[in-house]
């Protein structure tokens, strides 16, 4: 009780301790503390982790965390917004939902096909938007234009570092012309480009003196050392969707398992959708994926953004501290 025991004694003490009964303890104690960290730490290491995996040639460990990440959570976070609405009462009421759903995804279908440009500044927006409101939420800053600056930080930081992988996906979409300025761009342009955004984005985080705001920095910093989608999936499922499903999970008080149950029926709807529209142009898979991808995200972008305005309005608190 002192504290003046030597490391002999103390070695001793903890030698007559009961083992299982204190490993069992140890092991709880050491699960808790890694569980209730930042998912943001988890991207910070699944980054460090993944770049580990690519020095050793073993690239099919990442890609298969992120697949894995993106059909579970990364789909599911998103496939519940039927119980975010606060309206859905009956079959008849969620009958109007899906259709409302599906309705604002194919309008943003039809731009695409119509004006593809426009569909694609109007998808980088909405998303900019939704990564930043998320993360604002749960870092219990107000939402407004700083979070829609941070989302749109993130995005840049991920697509305009990995400048030749995301030109190459925007030339698989027909019509599109934006990929043209891309291209034009010089190796000066690209480096004081990409510079300027790097001091930016320290600033930034700065100013907010976040220290979770600075990590993601760094480690989006360092993925673009993996390929455009690694990078993205890091992102997107380790620190976005762990995060959204955490908000949801604690406004809704059901546990993971069943929450991701509920989500199963309308993520097979999303991964059917996905590999239909894929299947009907192989040629330019990956774009038609980016397009589908795109259009399903927008109604999911509406919902969680009245879902975040209900949240804020009832004063609930689901956000750690920074």
């Known amino acids: 009780m002192s504290e003046k025991s030597s490391l002999r004694k103390e070695i001793f003490i903890f030698l007559k301790l009961p083992l299982f009964i204190f490993l069992r303890a140890a092991f709880k104690d050491i699960f808790i503390r890694f569980t209730s960290l930042s998912p943001i730490y988890y991207a910070f290491i699944s980054t460090l982790v993944s770049i580990l995996f690519y020095s050793l040639n073993l690239k099919v460990i990442p890609w298969l965390f992120i697949g894995v990440g993106f059909f579970s959570i990364g789909l599911s976070h998103g496939a519940i917004d039927h119980l975010t609405d606060i309206k859905i009462n009956n079959r008849q009421q969620l009958i109007k939902f899906i259709l409302g759903y599906l309705l604002k995804g194919s309008f943003l279908g039809l731009i695409w096909i119509i004006l593809p440009d426009l569909a694609l500044i109007v998808f980088i927006t909405f998303s900019a938007w939704h990564f930043g409101q998320a993360d604002f939420k749960e870092w219990k800053y107000k939402q407004g234009f700083n979070s829609f600056l941070w989302g749109l930080i993130v995005l840049t930081i ?165």
């Open 158 to 322: 991920i697509l305009f570092y990995h400048e030749v992988e995301t030109i190459a996906v925007l030339r698989q979409i027909n019509g599109l012309q934006i990929n043209h300025l891309l291209s034009s761009l010089s190796i000066n342009q690209l480096y004081f480009t990409k510079l300027s955004l790097s001091i930016f984005s320290i600033l930034f985080a700065a100013f907010h003196r976040s220290k979770l705001m600075l990590l993601t920095v760094c480690y989006l910093l360092l993925s673009t050392m993996l390929p455009l989608i690694v990078s993205f999936g890091i992102y997107f499922v380790v620190q976005h969707s762990l995060n959204g499903w955490r908000h949801l999970k604690n406004d809704l008080k059901i546990n993971s398992y069943n929450l991701w149950l509920k989500a199963l029926p309308y993520s097979i709807g999303a991964v059917l959708l996905i590999f239909i529209f894929t299947l009907v142009n192989m040629t330019d898979y990956i774009g038609v994926f980016f397009i589908v991808l795109s259009c399903i995200s927008i109604p999911h972008i509406i919902s969680m953004n009245s879902f975040y305005a209900r949240i804020s309005k009832n004063g609930a608190d689901i956000g750690n501290e920074t």
